[in-house]
């Protein structure tokens, strides 16, 4: 019989689900302070040569993968059996970092609430929250009410040294030092939300109930967008699509009359030209195209294994991949022209007030939500509203992943109890971020789950894909779906530059240490080892794969293959397509079949060549 699946109800739906995954957080904060580390401007030219060489291809490459055969990101794997592995793999990276996501979600939720207070509670230094080796300076209020600056000559030392407005002359001395400033917003957020602490020897501590309280709500909102698959998912689209550009460019108008926006702009896009010639700036702009784009993870094959046969995934992946393009360049705007009025408030340069990741959505943005003159409650609630519906979009791609992975390996696996287990799950593996040391644990897994990971099982991917089941194979399989010719291009891109520059990526990353983050070493071990049995789960798979025809425990089926003098025939057959690959109808697996025998492998080739060619059908 032909398997039945589920279908989008309309295409847009697809379309707006997609640029609502690959449409996040990572445009909004990861995107701006990654392109002002590393070149300002300048980045924007790495960045969109990978885009268009790297992150397009891979992009257009999962989509119609999925497409093509309606699997996700395991039973696609049927083309080469022996990297069904990398499927189970991505599931490891995906549930990572959809728990990480979602307590970033739940950080948006509990500023969304205090957003309604009559008094934005980030714009007031708060007495309880107060840290002696800092000076708080609220919201709007002149920096010289609360900071003193004394010059050398005055305290006769050798340098100007600046303190608290509440300490006299007479007490500066040789062992006084300069006060750190501190923002309302940054207190509030570190030490108020937060309640950061960043020695974790004796433990992350325990869950805030507040957070933890906000974090049940994420995870009920997402079990409520995917309890009916696809026909809700899809509908939710079309406003988490849709309204974060709303919001986006009301805070870019605003953004850009603050005092000081253009110094922060100056800033962002004044290109370092140095930098362009330095690897770290391009493995910077590959890692940022695959967090950006949801490359990797399998949430595109699942998305697009819900698509009819014929649709036009082309033009799909153009269109996305433009939107993710130019949504990073509009949080960038946005948010420089933030970063330079602060620094305007707070008299310093711009690159003293640039904070990376949480900081920025949860510090900067705040900071400017407070000058609104018209009712600045109403704007935060839009502002963290938008940030709530990006984060949810993203999730809900990922844990779509997770879901369709498990139901393809277990058909007869009830769905709606299934997503009940996961949310369950999710949320308990939740509760560690929001701990007081729940930021380390953050970071650490989103480099090595959400980087690391991705990075080794997409190399593995593409060499797979395009040189054991063949580039030439892979392209004709998609001319015949799309009814098209693709050209060269795609070719080119993952036959022979994705499958070296890939891997090159991970080995230059692993020697280098690039990106690693500044945590505690016992935090280190833990990444390396969520990164290993990501990776570990490949071979594993390929050797169940091979002695999986025999009976009895694992030990007893490797005996038995090996004395059966089977081994090396079933490996070889683990690298060849299984009946299964193909696309789901009966009558289009008919039909492809016979497109193969009439279509050349090599058809594109100029005729001369193509004479000289003997091509196997």
């Known amino acids: 019989d032909e398997p039945e699946r589920q279908q989008w109800d309309n295409p847009i739906e697809f379309l707006l689900s997609c640029i609502s995954m690959s449409v996040g ?9 990654t392109a002002y580390e590393n070149g300002g401007g300048a980045f924007l030219i790495p960045y969109i040569v990978v885009l268009m060489l790297v992150g397009r291809p891979l992009y257009f490459l999962e989509l ?5 055969s309606s699997a996700g990101s395991v039973r696609v794997w049927d083309m080469v059996p022996a990297f069904g592995g990398v499927g189970y793999g991505q599931l490891l990276a995906t549930a990572c970092v959809t728990s990480y996501y979602c307590s970033l979600i739940a950080l948006s939720i509990y500023y969304l609430v205090v957003s309604c207070y009559p008094v934005l509670p980030w714009t007031e230094c708060h007495q309880g929250l107060e840290d002696v080796t800092k000076v708080c300076i609220p919201s709007g209020a002149n920096m010289s009410e609360y900071i003193t600056c004394f010059a050398a000559n005055r305290t006769m030392l050798n340098e100007t040294v600046c303190v608290k407005s509440s300490v006299p002359l007479s007490e500066i001395s040789s062992e006084s030092t300069n006060a750190t400033i501190i923002s309302s917003a940054e207190q509030y957020f570190r030490a108020g939300v937060l309640k950061e602490k960043t020695d974790i020897s004796d433990g992350l501590g325990l869950p805030d109930p507040t957070l933890a309280g906000c974090l049940a709500v994420c995870w009920f909102l997402l079990y409520m967008t995917l309890r009916k698959g696809v026909s809700s998912s899809g509908k939710v689209a079309y406003f988490t699509a849709i309204f974060p550009y709303i919001v986006m460019f009301a805070l870019l108008i605003r953004g850009l009359t603050l005092p000081g926006a253009g110094a922060g702009l100056l800033f962002f896009f004044t290109p370092q030209w140095e930098k362009l010639g330095s690897l770290k700036v391009w493995y910077a702009a590959v890692t940022q195209s695959f967090f950006s784009l949801g490359v990797g993870f399998g949430s595109l094959s699942t998305y697009a294994s819900y698509n009819k046969f014929r649709h036009n995934t082309s033009r799909d992946a153009l269109i996305i991949s433009f939107m993710d393009t130019f949504t990073s360049l509009l949080a960038g705007t946005i948010i420089f022209s933030i970063l330079g ?15 990376s990741g949480a900081g920025l959505a949860f510090v900067s943005y705040p900071e400017v939500l407070a000058k609104f003159d018209f009712v600045p409650q109403l704007f935060a609630v839009l502002f963290f509203l938008m940030l709530i519906t990006l984060g949810l979009g993203s999730a809900v791609g990922m844990m779509s992943a997770v879901t369709t992975t498990i139901c393809d390996s277990f058909p007869d696996t009830n769905r709606k109890f299934l997503i009940k287990i996961c949310c369950t799950v999710g949320f308990a593996i939740g509760l560690f971020y ?15 789950g959400g980087t690391i990971l991705i990075l080794v099982l997409v190399s593995i991917e593409i060499v797979a894909i395009s040189w054991i089941y063949g580039t030439s194979m892979i392209t004709r399989d998609f001319n015949f779906m799309l009814d098209s010719n693709l050209s060269v291009y795609w070719r080119f891109c993952w036959g022979i530059l994705c499958p070296i520059l890939l891997p090159l990526l991970f080995f230059y990353a692993l020697f280098t240490q690039a990106g690693v983050p500044n945590i505690p070493p016992t935090a280190l071990v833990c990444g390396w080892i969520i990164s290993s049995l990501g990776i570990l789960i490949v071979p594993v798979h390929l050797l169940l794969s091979v002695i999986g025809e025999e009976e009895g425990e694992f030990r007893e089926r490797f005996v038995a293959t090996m004395k059966s003098g089977m081994f090396i025939s079933r490996l070889k057959d683990t690298f ?3 009946n299964l690959w193909g696309p789901s109808s009966i009558q289009e697996k008919k039909d492809w079949q016979i497109y193969q025998e009439e279509n050349s492998l090599y058809q594109w080739l100029p005729k001369c060549i193509r004479r000289r060619t003997k091509s196997p059908s």
């Not at 119609?64 to 093509?68: E, K, N, S, V």
């Not at 009025?341 to 007030?353: F, G, I, Q, R």
């Not at 929001?434 to 090595?448: A, C, F, R, S």
């Open 25 to 33: 957080l990572g445009n909004v904060w990861r995107f701006p302070f």
């Open 64 to 68: 119609a993968l999925g497409q093509f």
């Open 341 to 355: 009025h602060l620094a305007h408030e707070l008299d310093l340069p711009v690159d003293k007030v640039v904070k």
């Open 434 to 448: 929001v701990t007081p040391g729940g930021q380390i644990m953050l970071e650490m897994v989103d480099y090595y």
């Open 576 to 578: 060849t397509p299984n």
